[in-house]
């Protein structure tokens, strides 16, 4: 039987690494071991990379580069979907990329599980709502910026609701590329 392969997104510029310390964490949790991922990874040029670290339950497998260019996102598909689990950083995406699949005209979909905003199909997502940025307690995947910026006490965890979404001021999208990334001038799709 095959085993269950994970993998981690990590931000390479000018030969410096990102965040490693949460990407470790990340690993840790998910297969239970402490494993050093400065160990693996050597950018190969000063350019801006996504490096793509293949994991499994006993180890490195194995670790990729692509040139990484953000990409322009808008408007938003809102889409409910009860039933996902994407807990861990699978490196098997098809149920969150069926979901992708279904923004129509839309740059990007969010995620709402039982009636609470989750995440994008690439990202965290974060709300301006009563004067302090929140993002979701209930999100799909705990991830590495998320999680930086809750230590960091810039976010705060709360359980979002489609009309908080709504109402709120501004949003903004956080992954290990774009970091806390402010949208303006959005809109979304129900």
């Not at 994970?6 to 998910?30: G, P, Q, S």
Request: aromatic content about 12%; glycine content about 4%; some cysteine.
């Amino acid at each position: 039987m095959e085993s269950i392969k994970y993998f981690e997104t990590i931000k390479c510029d000018d030969f410096e690494v990102f965040n490693l310390e949460y990407h470790n964490k990340r690993v840790a949790n998910t297969i239970g071991l402490n494993i050093n991922l400065q160990e693996y990874i050597y950018p190969i040029s000063d350019e801006l990379l996504r490096c793509k670290v293949i994991y499994d339950e006993s180890g490195i497998i194995d670790v990729l580069y692509y040139p990484y260019k953000k990409r322009e996102i808008k408007n938003f598909k809102i889409i409910f979907e009860d039933e996902i689990d994407y807990s861990k950083k699978y490196l098997d995406r098809e149920n969150l990329d069926k979901l992708f699949e279904k923004r129509g005209s839309c740059d990007e979909v969010i995620i709402v599980k039982n009636g609470i905003v989750t995440d994008t199909s690439i990202a965290n997502i974060a709300i301006f709502y009563e004067n302090l940025w929140i993002t979701s307690t209930n999100c799909l995947l705990n991830g590495t910026t998320k999680a930086r910026l809750i230590e960091e006490k810039r976010l705060i965890q709360k359980d979002i609701t489609l009309e908080m979404l709504k109402k709120s001021s501004r949003i903004a999208l956080m992954n290990a590329m774009i970091g806390f990334d402010e949208i303006e001038d959005y809109s979304f799709k129900v």
